[in-house]
């Protein structure tokens, strides 16, 4: 059922943007992000969240947010990472609606209109799903990551769209359903497809990054991808069990062959089975199992401790509107 729209009565729409260390594009996304609201029949807030940058991001976004009003800057105290500066802006969105959008210009400003007409037809969530052809992505960056979706899609309890990005529309409904999670390591695009709720797609071809360098680097993609596996699925919980009978399916026949062979038939094929060489047989064995078994659930009690010691997501700084300072006209 699509969702009417007045000029008289325009919906609030909330745009979070995640910084860090994005001085020198900033001013340039603004620009064509005001340029793609302009011709929209909504209302806009624009909530500029800064994960700790340590260049001229803070300053440059105070700037813009005085002579736009829209925008709110909301500073975190640290670099707490893209997933926690996304959440905390859900945290505060007041609108309908929010859209979730890079500040590289890689998510192209111009498709919010096709994310609005989407959520108008009904759509809870929409997603903006990267083109298989994007030509901006390295070689090894797109098949590491076509990789991980088919693993993740093989182990997950709920499917990951492949390409899938945090470019995506979220219904006031979901907002608030997402700001019931709790969970400290998260993948804020596989929580909301946890979510479910009535699902839209818009593929798109990324745009080239204006300015500055990308700031989530293989280590933060491979830490990422890790606290996926875990948050989706219990597979790598499973897996220690699944190690176990594996091993001990190849132990227990090789075993028992080695006993007959040497004991019962008294070494017909000359194998010669030392005691060493069976007891090798049987500590090689455990051993991998229990550092199999050890490895894995040493990640989910990392998690665990996570969870229990309950510090905070994130620490606000500051997070203010500011007023328009423009002055009244003199009589």
């Given at each position: 059922?699509?969702?009417?729209?007045?000029?008289?009565?325009?919906?609030?729409?909330?745009?979070?943007?995640?910084?860090?260390?994005?001085?020198?594009?900033?001013?340039?996304?603004?620009?064509?992000?005001?340029?793609?609201?302009?011709?929209?029949?909504?209302?806009?807030?624009?909530?500029?969240?800064?994960?700790?940058?340590?260049?001229?991001?803070?300053?440059?976004?105070?700037?813009?947010?005085?002579?736009?009003?829209?925008?709110?800057?909301?500073?975190?105290?640290?670099?707490?990472g893209k997933e926690v500066a996304i959440t905390?802006?859900?945290?505060?969105?007041?609108?309908?609606?929010?859209?979730?959008?890079?500040?590289?210009?890689?998510?192209?400003?111009?498709?919010?209109?096709?994310?609005?007409?989407?959520?108008?037809?009904?759509?809870?969530?929409?997603?903006?799903?990267?083109?298989?052809?994007?030509?901006?992505?390295?070689?090894?960056?797109?098949?590491?990551?076509?990789?991980?979706?088919?693993?993740?899609?093989?182990?997950?309890?709920?499917?990951?769209?492949?390409?899938?990005?945090?470019?995506?529309?979220?219904?006031?409904?979901?907002?608030?359903?997402?700001?019931?999670?709790?969970?400290?390591?998260?993948?804020?695009?596989?929580?909301?497809?946890?979510?479910?709720?009535?699902?839209?797609?818009?593929?798109?071809?990324?745009?080239?990054?204006?300015?500055?360098?990308?700031?989530?680097?293989?280590?933060?993609?491979?830490?990422?991808?890790?606290?996926?596996?875990?948050?989706?699925?219990l597979f790598p919980l499973k897996l220690a069990?699944?190690?176990?009978?594996?091993?001990?399916?190849?132990?227990?026949?090789?075993?028992?062959?080695?006993?007959?062979?040497?004991?019962?038939?008294?070494?017909?094929?000359?194998?010669?089975?030392?005691?060493?060489?069976?007891?090798?047989?049987?500590?090689?064995?455990?051993?991998?199992?229990?550092?199999?078994?050890?490895?894995?659930?040493?990640?989910?009690?990392?998690?665990?401790?996570?969870?229990?010691?309950?510090?905070?997501?994130?620490?606000?700084?500051?997070?203010?509107?500011?007023?328009?300072?423009?002055?009244?006209?003199?009589?």
């Amino acid at each position: 059922m699509s969702k009417p729209v007045s000029m008289a009565s325009q919906p609030l729409i909330t745009i979070i943007v995640p910084c860090h260390n994005e001085a020198a594009g900033l001013p340039e996304l603004h620009q064509v992000l005001a340029a793609a609201l302009a011709t929209l029949p909504y209302q806009f807030e624009i909530l500029m969240i800064d994960d700790g940058s340590t260049d001229e991001t803070v300053a440059i976004a105070h700037r813009l947010a005085r002579h736009d009003l829209r925008i709110q800057v909301i500073e975190l105290s640290r670099n707490f990472g893209k997933e926690v500066a996304i959440t905390a802006g859900l945290h505060r969105a007041q609108g309908e609606a929010a859209i979730m959008i890079d500040a590289d210009l890689q998510h192209p400003p111009r498709l919010i209109a096709q994310f609005l007409a989407a959520w108008q037809e009904g759509a809870e969530v929409v997603v903006g799903v990267r083109a298989r052809s994007n030509r901006h992505a390295g070689w090894l960056k797109r098949t590491t990551s076509h990789l991980f979706y088919r693993f993740i899609n093989l182990i997950a309890e709920q499917v990951v769209t492949p390409g899938a990005t945090d470019f995506r529309l979220l219904d006031r409904v979901v907002i608030d359903e997402f700001n019931r999670f709790t969970e400290r390591n998260r993948m804020t695009r596989g929580l909301i497809d946890w979510l479910g709720f009535r699902r839209a797609e818009i593929t798109f071809m990324p745009g080239q990054r204006h300015a500055g360098r990308a700031s989530y680097g293989w280590n933060k993609l491979f830490t990422l991808a890790m606290h996926s596996v875990i948050s989706l699925s219990l597979f790598p919980l499973k897996l220690a069990g699944y190690l176990g009978v594996i091993i001990t399916s190849i132990s227990l026949p090789l075993g028992i062959f080695m006993y007959v062979e040497k004991y019962l038939l008294d070494d017909p094929w000359k194998m010669n089975f030392t005691g060493t060489a069976q007891l090798a047989v049987l500590l090689v064995f455990m051993v991998g199992m229990v550092l199999a078994s050890l490895g894995l659930m040493s990640l989910y009690i990392g998690a665990i401790h996570a969870e229990v010691t309950n510090r905070p997501l994130y620490v606000l700084r500051r997070a203010r509107r500011l007023e328009s300072h423009r002055r009244e006209p003199s009589a």
